[in-house]
């Protein structure tokens, strides 16, 4: 478990906050101030575990983040997708789940790789999850590691991208 580091960074109109290590009891969310004329893109890719606690205090947080703008979370991880899909309000209803990664774990080599997709090509059936995809390590077939359906819950409530 690492403690949780904010990492912001504006490139051109956009205000980027990268979110690093674990959304749990230690995470000073309280500390990260954020308002800004700017549109918000929260990077949620290395985000490795949220806990009851974190997620609570995530919603709280989110609710103080200032922008007239939207919110574009991108590169979702499933930890972060499991609790936007369970708490109303994890994802601001100025929020928009743009991108998000999707696990494969290989029992051959023990290895998960991930995979990244679009929101809007899944919803526009652009593209498709696979059920499985050779492995990163070790090219054996490695198999969806979440159940795609309920994973994908958010992208019915998910309005922004209709
Ligand atoms: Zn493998």
Redesign the pocket.
């Known amino acids: 478990m690492k403690t949780l580091r904010v990492l912001s960074e504006e490139k051109g109109k956009k205000l980027h906050l990268r979110f690093v290590g674990s959304i749990d009891e230690d995470a000073a969310l309280d500390k990260v101030k954020v308002s800004t004329d700017k549109s918000l893109v929260m990077d949620m890719g290395e985000v490795d575990s949220i806990n009851s606690c974190g997620g609570r205090e995530w919603v709280k947080w989110i609710r103080t983040v200032e922008t007239k703008q939207q919110v574009e979370f991108v590169n979702c991880s499933s930890v972060f997708l499991d609790y936007a899909n369970m708490i109303e309000g994890f994802v601001p209803s100025n929020g928009v789940i743009e991108s998000f990664n999707v696990p494969y774990y ?6 998960l ?1 991930l995979r990244i997709f679009q929101s809007r090509d899944i919803r526009d059936h652009k593209s498709q999850i696979p059920n499985s995809i050779p ?6 077939p ?1 198999e969806v590691d979440v159940i795609v359906p309920v994973f994908l819950k958010f992208l019915k409530k998910d309005k922004g991208l209709t």
């Open positions: 290989c029992e051959a080599c023990d290895h790789s492995c990163d390590k070790c090219k054996n490695a």
